[in-house]
């Protein structure tokens, strides 16, 4: 439908789960990266957290985590990571995976204004 030459060009794109995988953890790392870039940079370099837990198909407890921040004056609600839980968690162990994470982004605890849990039920 569209050529030949279209053709070619598709087909020297590697599809291997490998490069696919990567490509997709490389547009994460730049999403990620784009959004604390606009905090650190924000007139008011404050955000919340908001927390939620959810179950998916596998019947795997799943911890997800968004923020909220203001950017160009516009309020922002982005989602920030998502993490298993095989086992049953404790209030401390939520609050580990959120401060460690921001450790590893470098991004300051004192930043945060609030922190809240999201309860959401899907009837």
Not at 15 to 34: G, K, P
Not at 101 to 116: G, P, Q, R, T, Y
Request: hydrophobic fraction near 45%; charged fraction near 25%; aromatic fraction near 12%.
């Amino acid at each position: 439908m569209i050529g030949d030459k279209f053709v070619t060009k598709l087909s020297a794109i590697s599809l291997s789960n490998n490069t696919v995988h990567r490509r997709i953890d490389d547009m994460s790392a730049d999403i990620l990266d784009q959004v604390f870039q606009e905090i650190k940079s924000a007139p008011l370099p404050i955000f919340s957290i908001q927390l939620k837990e959810s179950t998916d198909f596998a019947n795997c407890s799943q911890f997800l985590v968004y923020v909220g921040y203001i950017n160009d004056g516009d309020f922002k609600d982005e989602f920030l990571f998502c993490k298993p839980f095989e086992m049953i968690t404790t209030v401390h162990d939520v609050f580990d995976t959120v401060v460690s994470f921001l450790k590893e982004h470098e991004i300051s605890w004192e930043k945060v204004v609030v922190f809240a849990q999201m309860v959401l039920q899907l009837c």
